[in-house]
């Protein structure tokens, strides 16, 4: 009897998983072949994929820096680093991703995008940028 519930169990499981995969694909966020997919210099964009599907709509044309920051361990982190970078006019869109240690930084498509620049600002802010990502939009 307990090998039959076990094997109950895990049909459900697998049931539940493929139910809710066919829902996610129904409401228009399957992410096959978007942009998270991309690989950009040797290296798989590492990101959020909602949240980065999210943060390029209507950024066509643009370019997004994707930075990795080690030391963002609070919401007060990401929150300086915000205003940090709110306070630059260059930027059209940002997004402090506190849990995946990323942060996601619109520009317009003739931008020169300086690393030593960012690492400055989220260094005032305490925390290191460890790896920056391109990616044209």
């Given amino acids: 009897m307990k090998n039959f519930y076990l094997l109950f169990v895990m049909i459900a ?15 228009g966020r399957n992410h096959e072949g978007h942009l998270h997919d991309t690989m950009v210099d040797g290296k798989l ?17 643009k370019q997004v820096a994707i930075v990795s920051v080690s030391g963002m361990v609070c919401d007060f ?27 996601l930084i619109a520009f317009d498509k003739d931008k020169n995008i300086d690393f030593e620049d960012i690492k400055k600002k989220i260094l005032s802010n305490g925390q290191n940028a460890t790896d920056l990502q391109i990616i044209k939009i």
Avoid: W
């Avoid at 499981?13 to 409401?27: I, P």
């Avoid at 990101?47 to 980065?52: D, K, S």
């Avoid at 680093?81 to 942060?103: M, N, R």
């Fill in 13 to 27: 499981a697998v049931y539940t998983s493929a139910q809710d995969h066919q829902m996610h694909d129904m409401e």
């Fill in 77 to 103: 982190c990401a929150r300086g680093i915000e205003k940090t970078f709110s306070k630059d006019k260059t930027v059209l869109k940002l997004d402090v991703d506190l849990s995946g240690g990323k942060v």
């Fill in 45 to 61: 964009l590492e990101v959020n994929a909602e949240r980065f599907d999210d943060f390029v709509l209507g950024l066509e044309g």
